[in-house]
């Protein structure tokens, strides 16, 4: 535990055990779960408890009914002491208990990065975009209680959103999120499942990644009657092997316009996306690719499809941890910050089934604490390249 947020919890707790005048009171919008050390906990709730009752919260008192709550062992009683010795001479109660929820709404926030992660992957295995977005709704609605404790605690500054997708596609439909619900938050136990749901896949593979993608481009020179379906749901910047972005902002350019798809004008229209996109692979590796594109295009982009979402929320979660280690990003920057993590797991959900028209039927959403197999392998297609 962080040494300062240990030194506001037990200045926290002091401060309350103090006599009156100087003693304070547990505040409405602290609770016992805001502590990291298990004995603040016990402390907390007891003294919360008698608030609450409308008894004295002295130490004696509270000495007797932590014994009754926890045991003697547990209760470890010495430690009071503790609490008195380290709380100012003119203690702040109001002031050491922000401390405690701010470090414990900044470790919620994280927890959310970690859900969001188990709901993408559990997106991909499934192939629908169900799963993510049920768990989407419930962090949506867990970062608007974050959002009311802190405005009930103090202060409320305007919420600054912090980019983290750079696909400009999911930008614009970050910026128009749908309002935030008003469910309540899920618990601990929810975020152990999302851990050890991760535990049991396998874990984000750029390489495999990257090839998966090359396929994909491969198959659509073979089939370029599927570039249109795709291009609504996957812009070029998805593909995260960049030197095949122009290849794939080509073949877009080519299905607009009606133009013939082969290798030859394929290589001719990269070198002009690559203007847009950047320099693209090379003929030779062009022409290879186009010598193995006999796969099922579909399959392929909703493998490429789940990758993404894998990335963007890998990347979401990320960002979350290290906005909430850093104690220049506010708290209210933090849970916006959490809003467009979640609104780009969603937008990248949105692509994981493929286009309308191959999304599989009758497939139930997948709960985040099941361990369900990788998509089968696909069907091969044979045939000539495309022309």
Not at 69 to 77: C, I, S
Not at 99 to 126: D, F, K, P, Y
Not at 308 to 318: F, K
Request: hydrophobic residues 45%; contains cysteine; aromatic residues 4%.
């Amino acid at each position: 535990m962080n040494s300062v947020t240990d030194l506001a919890e037990r200045a926290t707790l002091g401060s309350i055990l103090l006599p009156v005048p100087s003693g304070g009171k547990p505040p409405e919008w602290l609770r016992a779960e805001d502590f990291v050390d298990p004995w603040h906990r016990d402390v907390y709730a007891v003294l919360h408890g008698r608030h609450l009752a409308g008894l004295a919260l002295d130490a004696p008192s509270t000495c007797g009914d932590l014994m009754t709550r926890v045991g003697p062992r547990r209760a470890d009683l010495a430690r009071l002491s503790d609490l008195l010795h380290v709380t100012p001479l003119r203690p702040d109660t109001d002031s050491y208990a922000r401390i405690v929820l701010e470090a414990s709404l900044r470790r919620e926030v994280t927890g959310q990065g970690v859900l969001l992660r188990a709901a993408a992957l559990a997106s991909v295995v499934e192939v629908d975009a169900r799963p993510a977005q049920n768990v989407i709704r419930m962090v949506d609605a867990a970062l608007d209680a974050l959002g009311r404790r802190w405005e009930r605690a103090g202060t409320a500054p305007s919420i600054r959103l912090l980019a983290v997708d750079e696909d400009p596609r999911a930008d614009r439909v970050l910026e128009t999120a749908p309002a935030i619900g008003t469910a309540a938050a899920r618990t601990l136990d929810l975020r152990l499942q999302a851990d050890r749901f991760l535990s049991v896949h396998p874990a984000y593979d750029p390489t495999a990644a990257h090839d998966r993608e090359i396929r994909f481009l491969a198959a659509l020179i073979y089939r370029p009657s599927r570039i249109p379906a795709w291009a609504a749901i996957l812009a070029p910047e998805s593909i995260s092997a960049r030197p095949w972005r122009p290849v794939y902002g080509a073949l877009v350019r080519m299905a607009e316009t009606g133009q013939r798809v082969d290798a030859v004008t394929l290589a001719w229209e990269v070198q002009r996306a690559s203007r847009a996109y950047g320099a693209g692979p090379g003929t030779s590796p062009l022409l290879e690719a186009v010598e193995t594109s006999y796969e099922d295009p579909d399959h392929l982009g909703r493998l490429v499809a789940g990758d993404r979402l894998q990335r963007v929320a890998d990347a979401g979660a990320r960002a979350l941890r290290i906005a909430s280690d850093n104690p220049g990003v506010t708290v209210p920057d933090l849970i916006g910050t959490g809003r467009l993590v979640a609104s780009a797991v969603r937008s990248a959900a949105e692509s994981v089934a493929g286009p309308m028209e191959c999304e599989p039927q009758g497939r139930a959403p997948m709960e985040i604490n099941a361990a369900a197999p990788a998509a089968s392998a696909p069907a091969s297609v044979t045939g000539p390249v495309a022309g």
